[in-house]
């Protein structure tokens, strides 16, 4: 698992795609307000969703290709009936790839050891407050208490390090950063701060209300001896050890400093499109090739290459956000998968 191949999803950048994005669902339990409104109903019809075993034929070309990590991510991922399943058959694949999963962690108190046994190896949870009713007008659910469960339960199974991911918001909860950093370094959670992005389907996002990278060193420097890291590598996030270390603290500056010219993500949406950037105005089909029925198999996988080796040569130097062009994608980012 995770061996070291040749990726030839290379794009006209230079840049060696390794890591696949995959949404499971669009659906979620809760409705933080950056990424999806509270009276969304534009959901993908049943219909759309790539079915499992449609999933694991594009995840055996593309991990045949070179994708050496595989994210699972949504919507929330654990609300896919059989995320358990989904996991073991990614790690049978023949050139099974690292899988980690992107999680609100509610469901994580039953599923974490089940996940873990089937073959995940890490998670990332999400988590913007440590307060219990600012928890709930984020997400518009009370289920603090649950989150808080399903990342014991995530170190319980060993799934570790478990990484929080934080998104701070002016007014709304940048007064926690410290105390974020605090609590992570108490529990032994790996922190992650993520800046605000342009996919929340209400269109509430904007610039000059941004908590940006800067700001949140500065708040965290007032508190804390922050070093940065060396050997970045394609990792989105800039870490810093935290008075001296060995733990750190992370900062994933979509906006502010963008990493594009690392990237080595694709992604794949759980109605079977391919992207290859969060914020991508195209997308691309493999799921009608997949159900193309008069298609044979081996034509059905030379058609899933092609779809992945034009999704990839496609790919812009960066995503834009910062040009006065800028159109933000069509889908929020609990469609796209984040
Ligand atoms: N439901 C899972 C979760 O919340 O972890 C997985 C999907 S969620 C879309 C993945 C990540 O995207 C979460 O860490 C969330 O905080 C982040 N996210 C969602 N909307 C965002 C936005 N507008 N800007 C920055 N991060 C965002
Ligand atoms: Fe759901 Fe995750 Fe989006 Fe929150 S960030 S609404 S938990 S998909």
């Given at each position: 698992?995770?061996?070291?191949?040749?990726s030839s999803l290379i794009d006209g950048f230079g840049r060696v795609h390794r890591d696949l994005r995959v949404s499971?669902?669009?659906?979620?339990?809760?409705?933080?307000?950056?990424?999806?409104?509270?009276?969304?109903?534009?959901?993908?019809?049943?219909?759309?969703?790539?079915?499992?075993?449609?999933?694991?034929?594009v995840l055996?070309v593309a991990?045949s290709m070179g994708i050496?990590?595989?994210?699972?991510?949504?919507?929330?991922?654990?609300?896919?009936?059989?995320?358990?399943?989904?996991?073991?058959?990614?790690?049978?694949?023949?050139?099974?790839?690292?899988?980690?999963?992107?999680?609100?962690?509610?469901?994580?108190?039953?599923?974490?050891?089940?996940?873990?046994?089937?073959?995940?190896?890490?998670?990332?949870?999400?988590?913007?407050?440590?307060?219990?009713?600012?928890?709930?007008?984020?997400?518009?659910?009370?289920?603090?208490?649950?989150?808080?469960?399903?990342?014991?339960?995530?170190?319980?199974?060993?799934?570790?390090?478990?990484?929080?991911?934080?998104?701070?918001?002016?007014?709304?909860?940048?007064?926690?950063?410290?105390?974020?950093?605090?609590?992570?370094?108490?529990?032994?959670?790996?922190?992650?701060?993520?800046?605000?992005?342009?996919l929340?389907?209400?269109?509430?996002?904007?610039?000059?209300?941004?908590?940006?990278?800067?700001?949140?060193?500065?708040?965290?420097?007032?508190?804390?001896?922050?070093?940065?890291?060396?050997?970045?590598?394609s990792?989105?996030?800039?870490?810093?050890?935290?008075?001296?270390?060995?733990?750190?603290?992370?900062?994933?500056?979509s906006?502010?400093?963008p990493f594009c010219a690392a990237c080595d993500r694709l992604r794949l949406t759980?109605d079977g499109q391919f992207r290859n950037c969060l914020f991508s105005a195209e997308e691309t089909d493999v799921r009608a090739v997949v159900?193309?029925?008069?298609?044979?198999?081996?034509?059905?996988r030379e058609g899933i290459e092609q779809i992945l080796h034009q999704v990839t040569r496609s790919k812009l130097p960066g995503h834009g956000i910062n040009d006065?062009s800028f159109i933000q994608p069509a889908r929020?980012?609990?469609a796209i998968g984040?």
């Amino acid at each position: 698992m995770g061996e070291l191949r040749m990726s030839s999803l290379i794009d006209g950048f230079g840049r060696v795609h390794r890591d696949l994005r995959v949404s499971l669902t669009d659906r979620c339990n809760l409705r933080c307000t950056y990424c999806m409104p509270a009276d969304f109903s534009d959901w993908i019809p049943g219909d759309h969703l790539l079915t499992t075993d449609e999933l694991m034929l594009v995840l055996d070309v593309a991990t045949s290709m070179g994708i050496d990590g595989v994210r699972l991510t949504g919507g929330e991922p654990l609300l896919r009936p059989d995320i358990v399943d989904v996991v073991k058959r990614i790690y049978a694949l023949p050139h099974a790839p690292s899988i980690s999963l992107t999680t609100n962690a509610l469901r994580l108190t039953d599923l974490a050891q089940p996940l873990a046994d089937a073959g995940l190896q890490r998670v990332n949870v999400s988590l913007d407050t440590l307060d219990r009713d600012r928890f709930k007008a984020l997400t518009h659910r009370d289920r603090f208490d649950d989150v808080i469960a399903g990342i014991e339960a995530a170190k319980a199974a060993g799934l570790l390090p478990v990484k929080v991911n934080s998104v701070l918001m002016r007014g709304v909860n940048d007064d926690e950063a410290v105390a974020l950093l605090r609590h992570a370094l108490d529990n032994g959670w790996n922190l992650r701060f993520i800046e605000q992005m342009p996919l929340d389907a209400g269109g509430l996002w904007a610039r000059p209300k941004m908590i940006t990278a800067d700001d949140i060193l500065e708040m965290l420097s007032a508190e804390f001896t922050l070093t940065p890291v060396e050997g970045r590598g394609s990792a989105p996030a800039e870490e810093f050890y935290v008075d001296g270390g060995p733990a750190t603290v992370g900062i994933i500056a979509s906006v502010s400093r963008p990493f594009c010219a690392a990237c080595d993500r694709l992604r794949l949406t759980a109605d079977g499109q391919f992207r290859n950037c969060l914020f991508s105005a195209e997308e691309t089909d493999v799921r009608a090739v997949v159900r193309d029925t008069s298609l044979d198999d081996a034509a059905r996988r030379e058609g899933i290459e092609q779809i992945l080796h034009q999704v990839t040569r496609s790919k812009l130097p960066g995503h834009g956000i910062n040009d006065a062009s800028f159109i933000q994608p069509a889908r929020p980012m609990s469609a796209i998968g984040g």
